[in-house]
Nanobody, 121 residues
Framework: QLQASGGGLVQAGESLRLSCAAS????????MTWIRQALGKDREFVACIWYTTSRTYYRNIEKDRFTISLDKTESTVHLHLNSLKPEDTAVYYC????????????????WGRGTQVTVSS
């Protein structure tokens, strides 16, 4: 129901666009979120967009480099990653929550497979 794509290997300073294609159900009223997990670390909230209103939320330290957007015609959420750093290396997941854009990751009941982002220095 959620399919993430767009990851890859890039050099520091480069950009990527991740995509999360939603299908099989309506996500109206859901928060659509990108969550990442680096090797050996906990999953962390990156950015979220409300499916109904397109209001966005970010982890503070990513707000200037990452942009989340929603294409309702394609039912796809994009995450634009700019000025990538080696510490951005992680598996990026898209997930959806009826509770909206919550940082409580246990609230996310729909998950897609992750896409690997690797940033070399």
């Amino acid at each position: 129901q959620l399919q993430a794509s767009g990851g890859g290997l890039v050099q520091a300073g480069e950009s990527l666009r991740l995509s999360c294609a939603a299908s099989g159900r309506t996500f109206s009223g859901y928060g659509m979120t990108w969550i990442r997990q680096a090797l050996g670390k906990d999953r962390e909230f990156v950015a979220c967009i409300w499916y109904t209103t397109s209001r966005t939320y970010y982890r503070n330290i990513e707000k200037d480099r990452f942009t989340i957007s929603l294409d309702k015609t394609e039912s796809t959420v994009h995450l634009h990653l700019n000025s990538l750093k080696p510490e951005d290396t992680a598996v990026y997941y898209c997930a959806a929550s009826r509770d909206g854009c919550t940082a409580d990751l246990t609230s996310y009941d729909v998950w897609g497979r992750g896409t690997q982002v690797t940033v070399s220095s």
